[in-house]
C-alpha cells in the first residue's frame, strides 16, 4: 500500500510555548529571543490550549492599553485552538488552516500533546522541492530533447537575440 504525506512528516518539531500564567512582557521577549511571532500556549500536561501571536500582543495588548508586565497570556491568547493530529493527511490539514484562515497548526500525538506545528510555509517548501526535483529529472532524462519549458526558453533566446540584431543595425 502506498503511504499518504502525513502532518508529521512535514511539521516543524520545534516548537516555541508560552504559558497561561505568564505575562504578555515574557511571551514577547521570547518571540523576540526566538524570532518567531506565534507560541502555543500548553498545559500542565503540554496540551495546547491556546495560540499567542504578535498581533495578538500589538492588538490586544498594546492596543488595548494593557500593562504588558502585568496582563497574563491566558487573557489575550486565542483560546482553544484548532489542531492536528500528526497522523493526519497534509490535505486535511490545509483544509483546515483554509476553513480558518490560518497559517499555522499545532500538531499534537494521539494523547493530545504538542509535537509540533505545521505551517502553511512548511507545506509551500516541500512542494516547490517536488517541483524542483521533477523538473530536473525531466531536463535530464531526455538529453538533445525539446521539452516545452526548454522550447520556450529557446524562443524566447532567439526573439531576444533577434531583437538585439535589429538593434544594433538601426544604430
Not at 483560546?79 to 483546515?96: D, F, G, I, M, Q
Request: aromatic share 2%.
Amino acid at each position: 500500500p502506498e503511504e499518504t504525506m502525513n502532518v508529521g512528516m512535514l511539521c516543524t518539531r520545534k516548537t516555541h510555548q508560552a504559558a497561561l500564567d505568564e505575562t504578555a512582557q515574557v511571551a514577547a521577549e521570547r518571540m523576540l529571543e526566538n524570532k518567531v511571532g506565534t507560541l502555543v500556549v500548553v498545559d500542565a500536561h503540554h496540551k495546547p490550549v491556546g495560540i499567542l501571536t504578535d498581533r495578538d500582543l500589538a492588538l490586544r495588548v498594546v492596543a488595548g492599553g494593557l500593562q504588558p508586565r502585568e496582563v497574563r497570556v491566558s487573557d489575550v491568547m486565542t483560546a482553544h485552538p484548532r489542531w492536528v493530529k500528526e497522523s493526519a493527511p497534509v490535505e486535511e490539514a490545509l483544509e483546515t488552516m483554509r476553513s480558518l484562515g490560518v497559517r499555522r497548526l499545532p500538531v499534537v500525538d494521539s494523547d493530545g500533546a504538542l509535537t509540533g506545528v505545521l505551517g502553511a510555509d512548511d507545506v509551500l517548501e516541500f512542494v516547490a522541492s517536488e517541483i524542483s526535483s521533477l523538473g530536473r529529472l525531466v531536463g535530464s532524462s531526455r538529453p538533445g530533447v525539446l521539452t516545452p519549458a526548454r522550447r520556450v526558453r529557446k524562443a524566447k533566446l532567439e526573439t531576444a537575440g533577434l531583437e538585439r540584431a535589429n538593434a544594433d543595425l538601426q544604430c
